[in-house]
């Protein structure tokens, strides 16, 4: 006992984490966590991780011109910016092209960019290696709603 009356612990400072078994920075992954990170996620983040749990890029599902489909149907890695924009704008209002595209190349580091039929757009890497990506930026594993390896 110390001179206040209460018990002194055995162990000091830098002996108690000596004494533990395992590193104390390690973090401990659960379901709990998992869900938290993913309720926590900004808007855009958001957006993406709806994409990549689909694991089909967005689209304009009324577009029926046969080329448009045709192309989209043999590159489905593609989206035109002008889609994803309009996809982003119902996580986040008021998103412009210039930070969506920043938003991506943080996220999945450097991506090709595409013309087609004069518009502008985005090739990305697989469904796999996105997943991959993104699970080691949020900690290292991801609850995924299904096991897709390609984009639909």
Known sequence: ???????????????AYSKMKGDPRQIITTVALIEQKQRSLTAL????EDFLQTGQLPRDKNNVDYYYKRYYEKYK???ASDELLNSAQFFHRFVNSSELAAKL???????????????????????????????ARFGGSWSWINELEEWL
């Open 1 to 15: 006992m110390d001179i206040s009356g209460r018990q002194r612990s055995p162990l000091k400072g830098n002996e």
């Open 45 to 48: 983040d958001k957006w993406i």
């Open 77 to 79: 890695n593609r989206a």
């Open 105 to 135: 190349k943080e996220r999945f580091g450097e991506m090709e960019d595409y013309n087609y039929n004069g518009g502008r757009g985005w090739k990305f890497r697989s469904l796999t290696e996105c997943r991959r990506i993104w699970e």
